[in-house]
């Protein structure tokens, strides 16, 4: 297992950062580097929060479900993931084997990233962000539960994927790809339909589009009011992508 290892952690005394599921704790190792443990237990009941999930995408019709991973599991599928070589944090673990993540004091969620990025940068974190989860699919790990607070940007390693307590079964890597696509549109609607399709230009053949369509387009039909309309975006781009390849 690629989880690093110290002997001693220390409290460090900051405020706790709440989360929706988890609550995080501030550590030190033995080494000064600052560090995050989780402990499940947050502000929102998972089964409500998957359920209204599984709603707003319309997952029922496509054949998704939605399922919690418990904390050994994320931990599992954080190794394997890491081992890979993906965009998540390396592990760390104490002498009582209680595991630890990295602190990235300087990153920023991926929605407050896109706000003030310029093209070029918008163009970058997307590619990795793309690059990452394709990659990820090819080899049969689906993160799950994709949206833009559980994708950091730090200024160091770039694109960041945390957070892995629900996971999909079914249609997952669809599913994932239209979560995806969806929030680029919603985050940075003035260029997404220009620079996502260079990104999946090679994954046409991997997924069935028609429900990438489906479960993206389903989204905007929810009414939400942290993003912007997107439907039309959407239509354009899947009518593209959906076209006839040249021979």
């Known amino acids: ?9 220390k409290p460090v005394p900051r405020h706790s950062l709440g989360g929706e599921l988890n609550t995080n704790f501030h550590y030190t190792d033995e080494q000064g580097k600052l560090y995050l443990r ?15 999930d599984a709603e707003k995408w319309g997952l029922q019709k496509v ?4 399922i919690p991973r418990s904390p050994q599991e994320q931990i599992d599928f954080e190794t ?13 673990v104490d002498g009582s084997g209680l595991v630890y993540r990295p602190l990235l004091e300087r ?3 991926l929605d407050e990233y896109l706000q003030n990025a310029s093209i070029e940068q918008a163009a970058q974190v997307l590619k990795e962000l793309f690059d990452d989860v394709l990659k990820a699919h090819q080899s049969d790990i689906v993160y799950g539960d994709r949206w833009p607070k559980n994708i950091l940007v730090d200024p160091e390693l770039g694109l960041v994927h945390i957070d892995f307590d629900v996971r999909s079964t079914g249609r997952a890597k ?20 220009e620079m996502l399709p260079p990104l999946l230009a090679h994954a046409r053949d991997a997924y069935d589009f028609e429900i990438v369509r489906e479960i993206a387009q389903e ?3 929810f009414g939400d009011k942290d993003y912007t309309d997107v439907a039309s975006g959407l239509e354009r781009f899947f009518t593209s992508v959906s076209a006839p390849k040249e021979s």
């Open 1 to 9: 297992m690629s989880i690093e290892s110290s002997e001693n952690f």
């Open 63 to 66: 054949g998704v479900t939605l």
């Open 174 to 193: 669809e599913f994932e790809l239209a979560q995806l696509i969806f929030y680029t549109f919603a985050l940075y609607p003035k260029h997404a339909a």
């Open 80 to 92: 394997r993931a890491k081992e890979k070589g993906l965009r998540v944090l390396p592990l760390a």
């Open 107 to 109: 990153a920023v969620t």
């Open 219 to 221: 989204r905007t039909r």
């Open 38 to 52: 989780r402990v499940p237990g947050g502000t929102v009941d998972m089964a409500e929060a998957m359920r209204e």
